[in-house]
């Protein structure tokens, strides 16, 4: 079981009514750095973080965590889906790294931010079947707030190379690809 992993050290802050059971302290924001991320099924994302005072937060979910003081987004527009299980991978995926991204919200908003890391589930029911498996990419959106959304919700920006414009028509894969045993 893992529940709990390191992540890349990240600053950021803490929105103050987390800090304060949600009493007092709105609009008011706290230095920290992120350095794990923890998962319980059925709860949004979580991190772990160390606050400038030396005091550290342990369960902070993602909507209390922004890249520099902003007005909240509700949190179901922070996160698609709550963590699918208690066991994940972290990784910081260098081809995603400081990629600009745009990403599509509940209130069919797009919003603009760039790549953090992404959590990747498994050993949950979820994780292996094909249509169901999503990743919680974690986006610095340009407003500050963090967010965790997979693949389908978003289109990755490289003037480079890449011309976004995502064929609406794709389907979301639904088979399982083996050579041995059925």
């Not at 987390?18 to 991320?37: C, H, R, S, Y």
């Not at 931010?113 to 589930?121: A, E, I």
């Not at 609406?168 to 059925?182: L, M």
Request: charged fraction near 20%; aromatic fraction near 14%.
């Amino acid at each position: 079981m893992m529940l709990l992993g390191e992540t890349p050290y990240t600053p950021c802050f803490v929105r103050n009514e987390f800090l304060f059971d949600e009493q007092k302290g709105f609009g008011e924001f706290t230095p920290a750095l992120v350095f794990a991320f923890r998962a319980e099924p059925a709860r949004v994302p979580m991190f772990q973080v160390m606050l400038e005072s030396g005091a550290q937060w342990a369960r902070v979910p993602i909507h209390m965590i922004c890249s520099k003081p902003c007005e909240p987004l509700p949190i179901e527009q922070t996160c698609w889906w709550d963590s699918y299980g208690y066991e994940f991978s972290v990784v910081a995926l260098p081809f995603l790294k400081n990629h600009a991204v745009t990403a599509l919200g509940r209130d069919k908003v797009i919003r603009k931010g760039n790549y953090l890391f992404t959590v990747d589930w498994m050993k949950t029911g979820y994780s292996e079947i094909p249509d169901q498996h999503k990743n919680h990419h974690i986006i610095a959106l340009e407003t500050g707030q963090w967010i965790a959304y997979p693949n389908n919700r978003l289109v990755w920006q490289d003037e480079s190379w890449i011309t976004p414009a995502p064929n609406k028509e794709w389907q979301t894969p639904t088979h399982n690809y083996f050579v041995e045993g059925r």
